[in-house]
């Protein structure tokens, strides 16, 4: 069945809904621990560094999930990974809502992070295996929009349990319903073709491109793919050939612009950032957050609209500028004290608009498409703990730079990263509009420059 576009299935509709359902359980976890932590200080008394392990615990179990991620995607496919994943969440947010002490609290976050490490690695890989080049762009950053709508529902959960008795409780505990809507969705679903090929299910991968893309040349497609596999599997050592080296080193790359520009800092800190800038009252930083929230999600539409329009890089360039000269100032708002509290919010949204219409959605985009078919796994894996390693790092250690080197020099720290960052996206990171993955896979082996993909 197609739509009345006539070129999408309702199948990969369907297929990409559901899938992206992971980036909401990203972005709920995300979100909501920056709303929560203002209460939980209130149960517990914690300093600056243990709220930074509080926050980061999810992130360290997001390695330890990313980590395990590529081998066992790649041995038991990507759908069964979506349905431990969901599973995982599940049990972590109860966990969680039920904590009796910080460190079952800790705990608990671990375990989620676990789940979020996996389905930030699997997602992109399920979306960009199963959807036709010419739309893949837009269908990989519906995972972004729901991320970010995730963060968004979670800051809209914080504010609705804001005033109750087990307040955190109920705001981390409420992640269980997402992740009960993607394990019922992604049952009635199917794994990828490249991946069935890969294990030499010819039939069932048939199947599932005669129904995600019914007019399409589906031997045309396997052949394909049984190209690219049989090239990479001439020899077991090819795995380690040099010419792959450059596209993990560059999804790296991305992961580190995309974190270590300090979105995490918005993210996870919100509220906090807002009482540094003058807003004393938790509820009026928790509405003010509400509001960064709905520009996040809105904004990463615009990605959505014109990653296979415009091209990736374009995008890149116009958010990192217009990061930088938010960070800058948001960095002088702190200076103004108390009559520069309008100016940090507006900075924070120019910030957050710049970030969801660019980094956010492109670099998970890339990263999924510029990795060998042959160690995708692998290579997926590393960049999505690259990612969530520098993640930890830049969330654990934000508040204690806050205290040693005050608030102003911290972003101008941001700052000077998201200067440099301009230069390594011109450099290093290929176009990759419109073009095949196989073609990519090609390109990287033949030793194309990436500024002339």
Request: charged share 10%.
């Amino acid at each position: 069945m197609q739509n009345s576009a006539g070129n999408i299935s309702l199948t990969l509709i369907l297929v990409a809904v559901t899938a992206s359902l992971g980036g909401l359980l990203s972005g709920f976890d995300m979100g909501v621990i920056s709303g929560a932590l203002l209460y939980i200080n209130q149960t517990w008394q914690l300093t600056s560094l243990e709220q930074g392990w509080l926050v980061s615990s999810a992130i360290a179990g997001s390695v330890i999930g990313a980590a395990a991620n590529g081998f066992l995607a790649d041995l038991y496919g990507r759908k069964k990974i979506i349905i431990a994943t969901a599973l995982i969440f599940i049990i972590g947010s109860v966990m969680c809502g039920c904590a009796p002490t910080v460190g079952w609290l800790i705990f608990s976050r671990v375990v989620i992070g676990i789940a979020v490490g996996m389905i930030s690695f699997v997602a992109p890989v399920y979306l960009s295996e199963i959807a036709p080049e010419k739309i893949r762009g837009r269908l990989v950053t519906l995972y972004q929009v729901a991320l970010t709508a995730g963060i968004l529902l979670s800051y809209l959960i914080n504010r609705i349990f804001a005033n109750t008795e087990f307040n955190w409780r109920l705001m981390l505990a409420s992640g269980t319903l997402p992740a009960i809507i993607l394990l019922t969705g992604i049952l009635f679903l199917h794994d990828t073709p490249r991946w069935l090929i890969s294990k030499n299910k010819i039939d069932e991968a048939k199947a599932v491109f005669k129904k995600i893309s019914p007019t399409a040349d589906i031997d045309h497609h396997i052949a394909e793919i049984q190209s690219t596999l049989s090239a990479s599997a001439v020899k077991e050592k090819l795995t380690l050939q040099k010419w792959m080296i450059m596209p993990v080193f560059v999804g790296v790359g991305l992961m580190f612009v995309q974190i270590c520009t300090g979105i995490n800092t918005i993210i996870y800190y919100t509220p906090t950032i807002f009482n540094l800038a003058g807003f004393a009252d938790n509820i009026g930083a928790i509405y003010a957050t509400i509001g960064i929230g709905v520009v996040n999600f809105f904004m990463t539409f615009v990605a959505v609209a014109y990653a296979d329009k415009f091209g990736r890089k374009p995008l890149l360039y116009i958010g990192l500028s217009g990061m930088l000269i938010s960070l800058l100032s948001l960095s002088g708002s702190f200076a103004l004290g108390e009559a520069g509290k309008w100016l940090a919010v507006g900075s924070v949204v120019v910030y957050i608009a710049s970030f969801a219409m660019s980094l956010g959605p492109i670099c998970w985009v890339m990263v999924s498409e510029i990795m060998p078919l042959k160690i995708r796994g692998f290579a997926m894996s590393a960049a999505t703990i690259a990612n969530f390693a520098f993640n930890f790092v830049v969330v654990l250690s934000f508040l204690p730079m806050l205290e040693t080197f005050g608030k102003a020099p911290t972003f101008l720290v941001f700052a000077v990263i998201t200067l440099l960052s301009l230069f390594f996206i011109y450099f290093f990171v290929p176009e990759t509009k419109g073009i095949s993955l196989e073609k990519i896979e090609n390109n990287w082996h033949n030793h194309v420059p990436p500024r002339r993909f």
